[in-house]
């Protein structure tokens, strides 16, 4: 490392604080590499402990964000527990495993490597397909301040529940006429799941079930939004006065969904709407 280096981007302090968490590789723009050091935030600067020449001792020196190209940041153990829980729409279990990760790391969440997104991403599907509308917007403009057209995308859609909660029905409406309806992502999905349900609240059930059949169909990758979009489709049957397909839907929801948080309800429902 060179003198200008050390006095443009090194910061020593004497210890380490609370809140660190060890990467394997850390490369900057430059080229440079760091092995096996342990990082945390301050402010615009990441402060990296690292071994001196010879091993003489360890330093801690702070790298601004911007310099930094790669982190090879440790695969959270919970994130394929996380992705198969998804899969089978089972949102209580996808919520417990995120929690902490999310909570803990969201200091480094725009760190290049990071597994926070990713993680929030799954969370934020889970807590919209719960019905933790408040919740799910937070963590949305959480999400939002990552710059990267993908993450700003799923804010917009997130935070298309926190008007969702309070009942502004037109918000939701306009704020998911600007995501597109076709060919997009799971933002776009997560949209269609918040314009179904303020379009229920309405009570304009060709609507809704337009939204809520737009997930089904057209993006059946955002497994996790499927049990929440089954059951709004069954809500809006039955607001059409079409028990038959509404028990329909139900009825799938408990085949196909049973570890859903919906799947329990949805059974009964099923149940009650065969009955002559």
């Not at 994130?79 to 969201?106: F, P, W």
């Amino acid at each position: 490392m060179t003198p200008r280096f050390h006095i443009a981007f090194l910061i020593f302090v004497s210890l380490l604080l609370p809140g660190t968490l060890r990467a394997e590789d850390i490369t900057t723009t430059d080229g440079q590499t760091y092995t096996n050091s342990t990082m945390r935030r301050s402010g615009e600067l990441i402060m990296i402990k690292v071994t001196m020449e010879g091993g003489s001792g360890s330093m801690e020196m702070g790298l601004p964000i911007s310099r930094i190209a790669k982190v090879a940041f440790a695969e959270p153990p919970e994130l394929a527990k996380a992705i198969a829980a998804t899969a089978k729409g089972n949102a209580s279990e996808v919520l417990s495993l995120t929690r902490d990760y999310v909570s803990r790391q969201g200091d480094l969440k725009d760190v290049p490597g990071s597994w926070w997104p990713e993680m929030a991403r799954l969370r934020l599907m889970a807590l919209a397909a719960s019905g933790q509308d408040r919740e799910c917007a937070e963590l949305a403009r959480q999400i939002g301040a990552i710059r990267s057209p993908y993450c700003e995308s799923l804010a917009r859609a997130g935070t298309l529940f926190a008007p969702l909660a309070s009942s502004e029905v037109e918000a939701v409406i306009i704020g998911a006429k600007a995501i597109p309806r076709l060919g997009g992502d799971q933002s776009s999905a997560l949209a269609q799941l918040a314009l179904g349900r303020g379009l229920l609240q309405k009570k304009d059930f060709a609507g809704a079930l337009r939204a809520f059949l737009t997930v089904k169909v057209f993006y059946p990758s955002a497994a996790m939004l499927q049990p929440a979009a089954l059951t709004g489709a069954a809500e809006a049957y039955v607001g059409l006065k079409d028990e038959k397909r509404a028990a329909q839907n139900y009825a799938d929801i408990a085949r196909d969904w049973p570890d859903s948080p919906q799947a329990p309800s949805a059974k009964k429902k099923a149940e009650g709407l065969a009955k002559p």
